[in-house]
């Protein structure tokens, strides 16, 4: 999967890490910069994957139109991927999308088209993962709707759970709306 990547997304970063604890944060709306994942916990609000097995990770923060479909015409994306770092076809692959949003009005304003976005920067990013051939096309992989600024329990105000089996079903993509995930191995993460 790492050559993949470097072959499609030349510009992309893949950071390699098995620390204990992983912290994704987007610095774009905080201060402009990118997409991280740092090991020590930062003073904003983040992502967070416990990692307590130390299982050695990949992780890539997407620039912005970094998914190029043809010259001038990009795809939708989300912020990052993570997967493990043996890239094997029955590890596990997570893509997460993060909003900053300051209450849950704003988070879930369909006049900006949210919550359904956040949906679509995942899926999209599957797909064009998938339509580049860097996962495989009926691999199952797990997304994260993120909101770092809000409480842990924003899932039920937002999301039902037949959508998420809707996307399950249709897209091969296990979603979630939380803040945090277990990476129990290369095979298994809970989120």
Known sequence: MKSNIQAHLPKQIIVETSSENLYIVDYKKINGGDVEVLEDEPDVNYVHLKNAEGVCVCFTGFKDNALEIEAGFYSQQCECVVFPESCI???????????????????????????????????????????????????????????????????????????????????????????????????????
Not at 102 to 109: N, Q, V
């Open 89 to 191: 076809e029955t590890d596990w692959v997570l893509f997460i999308e993060c909003k900053y949003s300051k209450d849950l009005k704003t988070a879930s304003d369909v006049k900006n088209g949210y919550p359904k976005k956040m949906i679509d920067q995942v899926v999209e990013s599957v797909k064009y993962f998938r339509g580049r051939e860097i996962i495989g096309s009926n691999k199952r992989v797990n997304g994260i709707l993120a909101i770092p600024t809000l409480m842990e329990e924003f899932s039920a105000f937002m999301f039902s759970p037949d959508l998420f089996l809707e996307i399950l079903l249709q897209h091969k993509v296990k979603i979630r709306a939380t803040n945090s995930a277990i990476i129990k191995s290369e095979k298994r993460i809970t989120i």
